[in-house]
């Protein structure tokens, strides 16, 4: 079985940072796509940032902000996020797929974190 456990949510002002990590046990292939999704009071879960064998992919609205990495030897992946801005607000998830290719959709991930709450204020 596999756990996800993230830190390093927390308040920010506008413009400021926070760096995410997602810490990992069980079986997990450093071959394993590698990720992060956010999910708005009443807004559905969207994909942030994700890492695999090729290389790393943003969504639109987090490229050139955030950077997601992982260090393969330790099972983690974080995300550092700058020039914060209201609309990030939002629980921010881990993700990890059994597949070495990420994708976009929640639904091909096969494991989940539990969530940590970002918070940017105006």
């Known amino acids: 079985q596999v756990q996800l456990v993230e830190s390093g949510g927390g308040l920010v002002q506008a413009g400021g940072s926070l760096r995410l990590s997602c810490a990992a046990s069980?079986?997990?292939?450093?071959?394993?796509?590698m990720g992060w999704f956010r999910q708005a009071p009443g807004k559905e879960r969207e994909f942030v940032a994700a890492?695999?064998?090729?290389?790393?992919f943003y969504a639109d609205s987090v490229k050139g902000r955030f950077i997601v990495s992982r260090d393969n030897a330790k099972n983690t992946v974080n995300l550092q996020m700058n020039s914060l801005k209201p609309e990030d607000t939002a629980v921010y998830y881990c993700?990890?797929?059994?597949?070495?290719?990420?994708?976009?959709?929640?639904?091909?991930?096969?494991?989940w974190g539990q969530g940590t709450q970002v918070t940017v204020s105006s």
């Open positions: 069980g079986r997990i292939f450093s071959s394993y796509a």
């Open positions: 890492i695999d064998w090729s290389g790393t």
């Open positions: 993700v990890v797929r059994s597949s070495t290719y990420e994708s976009s959709r929640p639904s091909e991930y096969d494991y």
